[in-house]
């Protein structure tokens, strides 16, 4: 701890001594050997420690896969670090705050708000989907910051990307205190025995609780198996919206000194080999119009500068290629240099082929770090080539060599999707973390000008040790309203849900938070549901949890579609009686085919309607009819079209539509079923 925090600190660090006993007890799962560190005035200090830390398999020996020998010194003037928290607990609005008092932007330079969300959908969608990487200046030293997602959906982003630091920053909210994403990526940095530094974000919010939040986390550690030295955790106490923090949370600094003097004295210099042959790991990829493709990785040994290299990876034959500029992360954007030497993070173009978890080295003594290892997928959604009766009126790129040449270059950069080859030539499977994960995919493609089809999400079974069939279970953290929390419980319930635990607290005039273990399945299209029952007042979280045993079937959608039996464009005349049978998702004078689904049956089963019937002009005057008001569709967005397809359904994605159809596969196979039994 850099300095002593009063009774809350001493109160931590009293957990922390009575749980020494039970983290030795737990095998020190998560325990990291280190070497004897010793800090100097220098910015290089010679330690014994290891030169990284490095996975090995049983199959990777020390003299093939590993660190390259040599003396190790400490980089006393750099500091790499990951900012870790779960969704909307101010992690991008932190860094925006690091940047702007590191005199980042020029005094009037126009910047906006999330400066580090710079893709259009995570501004759309307020969350960061790609990790991004920066710098800062601070008393002369370095600070490498890496921003990571904080939804467990892109949780394959942090497993990557925590292989180039050296601590980490847990941003934890004042009223919520740690949620279940963060358990996932806190989890992931405590295995490679990375330094965590706790930050109380949003300290000045009138119901902050910091005293809970410590204990809640200190438990979290607990429960994660983490070792008594990363147990015993610093804390500083930050409002990044107003970009002021502190060791204490009633005596915040006018600005984010004390948390820089903290990441400075609590976060470990890198320690690398300066004088040894080049090493660096490839950890992320980007793209450049002009430039091509860019690798980024951090330095471990030796130094990066332009030159020909070898590229290695275990169990690959080594090739070699060509760096053609090297680049650092410094004020927000890639500055070309001359070399960058170990320790620091940078990126560098000229090799066209390179991808992530290979080792750019030393042509003479190549030898390649760890493989990069992430979580498997659990759900997959099919791709398919558009077959609609409006198929390529709005796309540009719609045919199935498209977008087979898309998903590979997707992979090239995105390690948790895995695509692999469906029924026929048109037909992909891709297959992600969840839900959320693919559709971002989907979105993005739709934006670049794909036109395609997607199936409904399923998850991905595998076989248990004694053959059973298994599927993922995930834990539901559910926050409601107190009058709400029979609906949602009922809607866990009947999804195979067992509630684990449920308490009531009297903030926000009575909210009750649900946690529920439930099949993966049961969450498909479980969200709007919820939002629906409970008004939009429900927030529902999920985590990973595992495979367990299959819980028997699941019945996800109570109600059938209104489906469109003929082609034409929708009428006001047919949508009044139409709208009488449930709830339409278009408007008049909308272009429809026939088998288009345009709305939400009222009962189970699918209803045919016509929805472009027009009324028939006669040549006998009447009195003007009372007219019939149309009410407002039900706008779907692509995430809501996703949860409520079912088997024989699909979505119609387009550069400028979202539409939803039955699958005529299905209406195929009824048919053969009807004359065979005749």
Known sequence: MAKSNGGRRKKVETYS???RRSATRRGGAFGVERGEEQRGRGHVVVTKAAAALVEKTETETETEVGPVDGEVVERENIRNIAIIAHVDHGKTTLVDAMLAQSNVFRDNQQVEERVMDSNDLERERGITILSKNTAVSYKGNKINIIDTPGHADFGGEVERVLRMTDGVLLLVDSVEGPMPQTRFVLKKALELGIKVLVVINKIDRPAARPD????????????LGAPDELCDFPVVYASGMNGIAGMEPDNLADDLTPLF????????????????????LVTNIDFDAHKGRIAIGRVNAGTMKKGEYAVVKPGAEKRNGKVAEVFTFK?????????VTAGDICAFVGMGDISIGETVSCKTMPKPLANIEVEKPTVRMKFLVNTSPFAGREGEFINSRDIKNRLERELERNLALTVEPGESADEFVVCG??????????????????????GPPTVIMKEGENGQKQEPFEIAHVEVPEEFTGACVDLLGNRCGQMLDMTTSEMNGGTTTI??????????GLRNQMLTATKGTAVLNTLFDGYDDFSGEIKT??????????TGQSTQYALKDVQERGTLFIKPGVEIYEGQVIGIHQRSGDLPVNAAKAKKATNVRSNAEIKVQVAAPKEMSLDDCIEYIVTDELVEVTPSSIRMRKNPKFGKKAKNQKKGAM
């Not at 004020?331 to 070399?339: A, K, M, N, T, Y």
């Open 17 to 19: 001594s009575s749980s």
């Open 212 to 223: 809970y939040v410590i204990d809640n986390t200190f438990e979290l550690f607990c429960d």
């Open 261 to 280: 003097d903290t990441i400075m004295n609590e976060v470990p210099a890198p320690k690398v080999v300066l004088d040894g042959p080049l090493q660096m």
């Open 331 to 339: 004020d927000f954007q890639r500055e070309i240099v001359e070399e």
């Open 433 to 454: 973390r969840g839900t959320l994960h693919i559709t971002i995919l989907i979105e993005t493609m739709r934006r670049e000008g794909f036109e395609f089809q997607i």
């Open 515 to 524: 946690k529920y273990r439930l099949p993966t399945r049961g969450l498909l």
């Open 557 to 566: 959608r109570e109600q059938g579609s209104l489906v469109a039996f003929a």
